[in-house]
């Protein structure tokens, strides 16, 4: 009788243990994080006809619990799922595809566990968008994806044949056929191109990849999200700027507070940490040096002034 009170009290204790550290991962964190060692924005020389617009294509239903310690239970937010185009003369980049015409099957491919947390609401996929403006589908140079989750690649399956953009990384990621690359793998024959990074340091970043040649689209590897992450700035001829941030984080306060995601996020998504923090203090720091690039999560538009396509921002 007494050894089973004793292994009665043993599980118990080890249940609120175990709840109590999964619960505190949910509470405010702060990442340490120095000054850049940066005292100008990097040059560009974008060309008068650069513009880049905002193609919304649905949006993931969580709470700001999910997306950074610290975040409020009761706090609904609306995960926006929006691809970006990039027109640029010497060849239009669409970043990440957003949700495509099939989702519904997508979602479905999803990991049990994710696909039982997810609630969604479909938008008009990107593709269709470009089209209902008469947009010729063949003018872009290729999708450039942040990462090959299934949210942001799910909008292929209406760009057959159009180039997909990944890095050595990601290429290796996508090809160890990791259940969070599912839906891109089920695609077939995808027209990879892989590039690399050859352009030296750039903001804090060691290496980059300067797209363009005049500054105005600039890649660099933010690795732990995934191996091949990325962060794109895209400088607008105007002197608007943007960091496209991808998964680095989900929602504006992880770069504000600086945050990471609580435990169980970061488990569901299979995260390298250490990686994953190193790269939100190197981005909360470029965003205190040079508040005036507009950091944008792939999943939180609240302060993006990036039109709606057809607009555009110059």
């Known amino acids: 009788m007494k050894i089973a009170i004793r292994l009665v009290l043993a599980v118990v204790i080890l249940v609120v243990v175990g709840a109590g550290a999964l619960l505190f991962t949910f509470t405010a964190s702060t990442l340490d994080y120095g000054p850049l060692n940066a005292e100008l924005l990097p040059p560009a020389s974008p060309p008068a006809e650069m513009t880049i617009s905002a193609l919304p294509t649905g949006a993931m239903e969580s709470k700001a619990f999910f997306a950074y310690r610290g975040g409020g239970f009761r706090d609904n937010r ?7 185009l990039v027109s640029h003369p010497k060849g239009d980049l669409l970043f990440d595809a957003g949700f495509g015409r099939n989702v519904d099957e997508h979602v479905a491919m999803m990991p049990p566990l994710m696909k039982r947390l997810t609630t969604y609401k479909k938008g008009t996929p990107a593709a269709e968008q470009l089209k209902a403006t008469g947009y010729a589908i063949d003018k872009l140079a290729g999708v450039v994806l942040t990462h090959s989750h299934w949210d942001h690649v799910s909008g292929l399956d209406g760009l057959p044949g159009v180039a997909v953009w990944v890095n050595g990384a990601e290429t290796a990621f996508i090809a160890a056929k990791s259940p969070m690359t599912k839906l891109i793998r089920s695609f077939g024959v995808v027209n990879y191109k892989q590039y690399d990074f050859k352009s030296g340091p750039y903001l804090g970043f060691a290496e980059s990849y300067d797209v363009w040649g005049d500054g105005s689209v600039v890649l ?3 690795p732990g999200h995934t191996p091949g992450s990325i962060v794109a700035f895209i400088n607008l001829p105007s002197g608007k700027r943007f960091a496209l941030l991808g998964d680095l984080v989900w929602q ?5 507070i600086p945050a990471e995601r609580p435990w169980l996020s970061r488990r569901m998504v ?3 940490d250490g990686q994953v923090r190193e790269n939100i203090a190197r ?3 470029i965003h205190k040096r040079f508040p005036e690039i507009q950091m944008i999560p792939a999943h939180d ?3 993006a002034s990036i039109p709606v396509y057809p607009a555009v921002a110059r």
Not at 78 to 84: C, G, N, R, V
Not at 252 to 256: K, P, W
């Open 78 to 84: 609306d995960f926006t799922m929006t691809a970006y």
């Open 220 to 222: 660099v590897p933010s």
């Open 252 to 256: 504006s306060e992880a770069v504000d």
């Open 270 to 272: 299979r995260e390298d």
């Open 283 to 285: 981005v909360a720091a």
């Open 301 to 303: 538009e609240r302060r």
